[in-house]
């Protein structure tokens, strides 16, 4: 159940005037971030994920992407992109749905790290998960890559 009684609490809190009358754009951001938390559980049943479905051999990952599956069906060899301006938190699984060799690729100014530096999907079906948990200068992401790599 989401706790209306809480947002109400919260947004009182978080949009009093400050000392010009003004409600900041972070108190804004702060409140709205607050409501959207709940909203992903409703009455204790989660929404459903959204799905990026690629056809191409190519495509580079956006801020959009977090929280989604990213599904790969190309024939083909193929390539996901981590570029250098995602941010802290951006969480994707990718999946391999196509029989062309997926392989995670960081973009100029992006590291992925993954155990063995291994970064291709084992196989058909194969679903990786791709973590940013550094970007000091907004152009730098540093992303873990986990799953099933082979």
């Known amino acids: 159940m989401v706790n209306t009684t809480q947002h109400r609490a919260d947004l009182?809190?978080?949009f009093n005037d400050n000392?010009?009358?003004d409600i900041t754009a972070g108190d804004l951001r702060q409140g709205m971030v607050n409501i959207l938390d709940d909203i992903d559980t409703l009455n204790g049943e989660t929404t459903r994920i959204l799905v990026n479905a690629q056809t191409g051999t190519s495509y580079t990952l956006t801020s959009g992407d977090s929280g989604k599956l990213i599904t790969m069906s190309s024939s083909s060899a193929n390539s996901v992109?981590?570029?250098n301006n995602l941010p802290v938190g951006f969480v994707c699984?990718?999946?391999?749905?196509?029989?062309?060799?997926t392989t995670i690729a960081n973009g100029t100014g992006a590291t992925v790290n993954s155990r063995g530096n291994i970064k291709t999907l084992a196989?058909?079906?194969?679903?990786?998960?791709?973590?940013?948990y550094a970007n000091?200068?907004?152009?730098?992401?540093v992303a873990l890559l986990s799953g099933d790599l082979a």
């Open 12 to 14: 009182a809190t978080l």
């Open 19 to 21: 000392a010009a009358g």
């Open 81 to 83: 992109v981590v570029p």
């Open 93 to 101: 699984t990718v999946a391999q749905i196509g029989t062309g060799l």
């Open 123 to 132: 196989n058909q079906y194969a679903p990786v998960s791709i973590t940013v």
């Open 136 to 141: 000091g200068t907004g152009t730098a992401a």
